[in-house]
């Protein structure tokens, strides 16, 4: 299922399809099918005019953020702290010998302050590779050497480095931790994954603290119209990634429901 979920994003994706129709397009109209070719070129030109200026990705995207609020009142004790990772560039950073970080850095630094708020609590960094082709080099692993820079004793935190997608980190997060019936733990990750995350956490039967991070929006946004194909893909993508990531969860039984939400 890794496998073919790395596959199906990579068809997907909506870049790769705009840029398929148009290659594509171009290739039919120096053949005996033209009009096969214009069609094709003008729905791709459709197709990307309504991806620069309908702001679709960012509605998707500000859905998933507002299902968790920021959490303001959290518990007097806590006994452990999770970490998703998708931080760090393990690649970069064994390359360069320098911590390459991501633009959620807030996992890591709202993580960071978390523990020095609870200093009796366990902590948890889960992240291996999401990689298809290099398995080798793990997230968690880079990551050990910097722990320091981050105000974090190495010593202090667990590392769990074997997990590929979301739904593997609840489960070995989960056989690290090994939490018992009464314990209080808080799950940070960005807003907008915390969704499937929480959900995943709750089907391996971990009841957690979800403690959202990393925000993009108000909250409140009225989204005008806008001419950016850049943006408006990458936001497209971002948003249609997490939704069929939430959809193909529930249909292959990983998380709890198709949108979890706090109550679950």
């Not at 299922?1 to 109209?29: E, H, Q, R, T």
């Not at 518990?75 to 702290?81: A, E, N, Q, Y």
């Not at 560039?89 to 978390?114: C, D, H, K, M, Y």
């Amino acid at each position: 299922m890794f496998i073919l979920s790395k596959v199906f994003w990579f068809i997907a994706d909506p870049g790769n399809l705009l840029l398929v129709a148009l290659c594509l397009g171009a290739i039919l109209l120096w053949s005996r099918w033209r009009r096969a070719g214009r069609w094709l070129i003008s729905a791709a030109a459709v197709a990307g005019l309504t991806a620069a200026t309908i702001p679709v990705g960012n509605w998707m995207m500000l859905s998933l953020e507002n299902r968790f609020p920021v959490v303001h009142d959290l518990p007097s004790r806590v006994d452990g702290i999770i970490s998703l990772g998708g931080v760090v560039n393990p690649w970069v950073t064994q390359a360069r010998g320098q911590l390459a970080i991501g633009g959620s850095v807030e996992r890591l630094t709202e993580f960071s302050a978390l523990a020095r708020r609870y200093p009796e609590a366990k902590l948890i960094f889960a992240g291996g590779s999401g990689s298809l082709f290099n398995q080798k080099i793990k997230e968690a692993d880079v990551l050990s050497p910097f722990l320091d820079i981050l105000g974090l004793d190495p010593g202090r935190v667990k590392l769990e480095n074997k997990s590929r997608n979301t739904y593997e980190s609840a489960l070995y997060a989960h056989a690290l931790a090994n939490p018992q019936p009464g314990e209080t733990w808080i799950l940070v990750t960005t807003a907008w994954h915390m969704p499937r995350a929480f959900g995943c956490f709750r089907k391996v039967g971990w009841t957690v603290i979800p403690y959202p991070v990393d925000f993009n929006f108000k909250g409140d946004e009225q989204f005008d119209l806008l001419f950016n194909l850049r943006s408006g893909l990458s936001r497209l993508a971002g948003g249609l990634h997490e939704w069929l990531g939430l959809i193909s969860y529930w249909a292959m039984d990983r998380t709890v429901s198709v949108f979890p939400a706090p109550g679950d």
